[in-house]
Structure formats: structure tokens, C-alpha cells
């Protein structure tokens, strides 16, 4: 009796051991990832910025020639309404359908999830 006592603690503490060293391999996995993606995070806002400046630029440059070319055939402040108008529901559209796409969902940690997910479920399997 004595001896399945020491079994049953030794099992008991090699179970508590193992989950505990798991975890901590998990919570490391965690940070690894989340650091990976902050990177590709970080890199793809630089040059989403940058790209969206000169884009900026470029585009105030032309609509600035649309107007001039429209100032032919109507009046200067006509034109510049027309082309405002336009420019104004791309716009619209276009921040909407890039806020639809900003969801959290692609920055979760999914390889960690996975992992974490079946530890939970090895751990429930040894328990029994």
C-alpha cells in the first residue's frame, strides 16, 4: 500500500511537472509569435504609410489636372465640385471596405491556439 502511495505522488509530481514545463513552452511559443507578427505588423504599416503618401500626392497632383481639364468646358468652381464629389464616395467606399478588412481575426496567434488546444486536450486524455 505503501509503495502505490509513492506511485501515486511520484505520478502525481511528474504529472504537475510536466503540465508546468508545457506551459511554460506555450507562453514562450505565445511571445515568439506575438512578436513575429508585430514585426510583419510594423514593416507592413511603413510601407502601407509611405506608399499611401506618394499615392497622395500623385493623386492631388491629377485630380488638380481633372479640374483645370473640366475648367474647359464649365466653370473653375463647377468642376472643382464635381471632381470633389467623386473623389470623396471613393474614398468612402474605400475606407470601408479596408475597415471590414482590419478585423482582428488575422493577428491571432494561431499556432499557439492550436498547440494550447491540444495540450488541453492530451492533458484531459492523461487525467482519465
Known amino acids: ?17 510536466d503540465i508546468s514545463r508545457l506551459i511554460r513552452q506555450e507562453l514562450r511559443l505565445a511571445q515568439t509569435e506575438a512578436g513575429e507578427k508585430a514585426s510583419q505588423l510594423q514593416t507592413g504599416v511603413i ?16 485630380l488638380q489636372a481633372l479640374v ?9 468652381l463647377m468642376a472643382s ?3 470633389g464629389v467623386v473623389v470623396a464616395v471613393i474614398a468612402l467606399i474605400l475606407v470601408w471596405a479596408g ?30
Do not use: F, Y
Open 47 to 62: 510601407s502601407v504609410a509611405a506608399g499611401m503618401l506618394l499615392a497622395l500626392a500623385a493623386l492631388l497632383i491629377l
Open 81 to 83: 465640385v464635381i471632381v
Open 99 to 128: 475597415a471590414a478588412k482590419l478585423k482582428g481575426t488575422s493577428l491571432m496567434p494561431e499556432r499557439t491556439m492550436r498547440a494550447v488546444q491540444s495540450d488541453k486536450d492530451m492533458i484531459l486524455e492523461k487525467a482519465r
Open 1 to 17: 500500500m505503501h509503495t502505490n502511495d509513492q506511485s501515486l505522488r511520484s505520478l502525481t509530481s511528474e504529472l504537475i511537472g
Open 68 to 76: 483645370l481639364g473640366l475648367a474647359n468646358v464649365m466653370s473653375v
